[in-house]
């Protein structure tokens, strides 16, 4: 497959999403701002697809990012592939939109380009970020994600996005869409943790065969947080195979593991807030 920077798949709405994206996801702990930087050096080397999310709490800031790129002619708004995600509080049908609509008024934009379901767990409506009870535990509710989906079509016939998928999705659960009376839009794509040491062959397989993309984040590896990582678990990109092969081929072990999904007909989303990083990763192109 010939790769350019800016090569795009067709989604099977017939929207198009550019292979390679930069992540923006942080820990609390690191100041919103650096999202921001590294939104604009990421649209200044070339790339033009950022994927954030209502939750990450930095939309205000990559929006910000967006807008003094596109002032300054670095970009046009068609140009840049933007993706947000509704947060798991806001399932409920009627909320659907206006989790939408505060994403766009943090943005200021008009629209997005892909809106995901961010999980398919959904907790109770509110504005607790996760609602929790007495003892800390999450409280749960239960709307039926097929509800869920049908306003996120009706979002997508009112213009707000452009193209509307799903995140951290099963194949079990993806059929539930697929399979539901009277669907107008089918997912474009499932957002899923995918590398080398979890490939998601057989979620990869099921996806493609309904047409519908398989976007990996944490491509680089997972982002190790003490509270869900085993931190004594091997480091991807310290794998000996993987730097061989860099080494051979005289690139960084980050744009081997990336090619490799790409050539899989993958998405990948690459996540660093260092301005060289950002660079090198899109360089996985040429």
């Known amino acids: 497959m010939a790769l350019t920077k800016h090569s795009r798949i067709t989604l099977n709405d017939g929207?198009?999403?550019?292979?390679?994206?930069?992540?923006?996801?942080?820990?609390?702990?690191?100041?919103k701002s650096q999202a921001e930087e590294a939104v604009k050096v990421a649209l200044e080397v070339g790339y033009q697809h950022i994927d954030s999310a209502f939750i990450y709490g930095n939309e205000v800031e990559v929006g910000r990012a967006i807008n003094a790129k596109i002032t300054?002619?670095?970009?046009?708004?068609?140009?840049v592939f933007y993706t947000s995600k509704l947060w798991s509080t806001y399932h409920t049908p009627e909320l659907v939109r206006p989790c939408l609509v505060k994403s766009l008024k943090n943005l200021q934009l008009d629209y997005v380009d892909l809106y995901l379901i961010h999980i398919p767990i959904e907790f109770k409506p509110g504005e607790d970020l996760p609602?929790?009870?007495?003892?800390?535990?999450?409280?749960?509710h239960n709307t039926?994600?097929?509800?869920?989906?049908?306003?996120?079509?009706?979002?997508?016939?009112?213009g707000l996005v452009k193209s509307i998928g799903v995140s951290n999705f099963n194949h079990k659960q993806l059929e539930l869409i697929l399979n539901m009376p009277g669907l107008r839009f089918k997912p474009v794509c499932n957002q899923v943790e995918c590398?080398?040491?979890?490939?998601?062959?057989?979620?990869?397989?099921?996806?493609?065969s309904h047409d519908i993309i398989l976007e990996a984040y944490g491509v680089l590896g997972s982002t190790r947080d003490v509270n869900w990582y085993d931190q004594t678990a091997p480091i991807l990109l310290e794998d000996p195979v993987l730097n061989a092969i860099a080494k051979k081929r005289g690139r960084t072990p980050a744009q081997v593991a990336m090619r490799h999904m790409l050539q899989k007909g993958i998405v990948v989303l690459a996540k660093s807030f260092k301005a060289e990083r950002i660079k090198q990763n899109l360089e996985v192109m040429g």
């Open 195 to 208: 590398h080398l040491f979890l490939n998601q062959s057989k979620l990869l397989e099921f996806c493609k």
């Open 15 to 31: 929207h198009k999403i550019p292979v390679v994206g930069l992540g923006t996801y942080a820990p609390d702990e690191v100041p």
């Open 72 to 79: 300054d002619g670095t970009v046009k708004r068609e140009d």
């Open 144 to 158: 039926d994600i097929r509800d869920t989906w049908k306003a996120m079509e009706d979002c997508k016939e009112a």
């Open 131 to 140: 609602p929790t009870d007495e003892s800390g535990k999450e409280i749960y």
